[in-house]
T-cell receptor, first 114, second 110 residues
Framework: DAGVTQSPTHLIKTRGQQVTLRCSPI?????VSWYQQVLGQGPQFIFQ???????GRGNFPDRFSARQFPNYSSELNVNALLLGDSALYLC?????????????FGNGTRLTVT | QKEVEQNSGPLSVPEGAIASLNCTYS??????FFWYRQYSGKSPELIMS????GDKEDGRFTAQLNKASQYVSLLIRDSQPSDSATYLC??????????FGGGTRVLVKP
């Protein structure tokens, strides 16, 4: 079975631009979460979606938004990019939105903002 | 106080030895705990999950949970150079939001 797939793998953007990252969960997984990981730190929670509804939002500005589609895939949008948005963006899927349901991560999208 | 804390390392161990990693957490209500392995430039990979007090063994990995003391540990037996990576401890908060520690970098020297 295919794992979590993310696209693109790498992206270079200029400050002020907008970016859209895409994620397809493992087949049968209905929950998708987004994390940001800057170099040398653990991943930080951005959003969780379950059955197309937002179930949680981390401490990120309103420039970050996301949505989940009927096929459970998801997009993360970031507007007005800042240099500090440069990071590895990770998508994870899980069977449910309950705390004991393990998250499985995709390979990530590395975003560089210049 | 950070919600999930790990020693950043690096933890240097000789090949064949036991690597011992620790993680402390602040939420006494936490019920499940996860260890992820992350190679440089790659995404985190789930290697262990533990839900009950005591030990859980999976191959060369053993996770130990002590809820009273609010710590979870990971032992890697017979460490191999391929075990060199950053190990992330993660604890679910509300729903399935994971709070990660900063990770412990492990270096296994041949």
């Amino acid at each position: 079975d295919a794992g979590v797939t993310q696209s693109p793998t790498h992206l270079i953007k200029t400050r002020g631009q907008q970016v859209t990252l895409r994620c397809s969960p493992i087949s049968g997984h209905k929950s998708v979460s987004w994390y940001q990981q800057v170099l040398g730190q653990g991943p930080q929670f951005i959003f969780q979606y379950y059955e197309k509804e937002e179930r949680g939002r981390g401490n990120f500005p309103d420039r970050f938004s996301a949505r989940q589609f009927p096929n459970y895939s998801s997009e993360l949008n970031v507007n007005a990019l800042l240099l500090g948005d440069s990071a590895l963006y990770l998508c994870a899927s899980s069977l449910s939105d309950r705390g004991g349901s393990p998250l499985h991560f995709g390979n990530g999208t590395r975003l560089t903002v210049t | 106080q950070k919600e999930v804390e790990q020693n950043s390392g690096p933890l240097s161990v000789p090949e064949g030895a036991i690597a011992s990693l620790n993680c402390t957490y602040s939420d006494r209500g936490s019920q499940s705990f996860f260890w992820y392995r992350q190679y440089s430039g790659k995404s985190p990979e789930l290697i262990m999950s533990i839900y009950s007090n005591g030990d859980k063994e999976d191959g060369r990995f053993t996770a130990q949970l002590n809820k009273a003391s609010q710590y979870v540990s990971l032992l890697i037996r017979d460490s191999q150079p391929s075990d060199s990576a950053t190990y992330l401890c993660a604890v679910p908060a509300a729903g399935n939001k994971l709070t990660f520690g900063g990770g412990t970098r492990v270096l296994v020297k041949p």
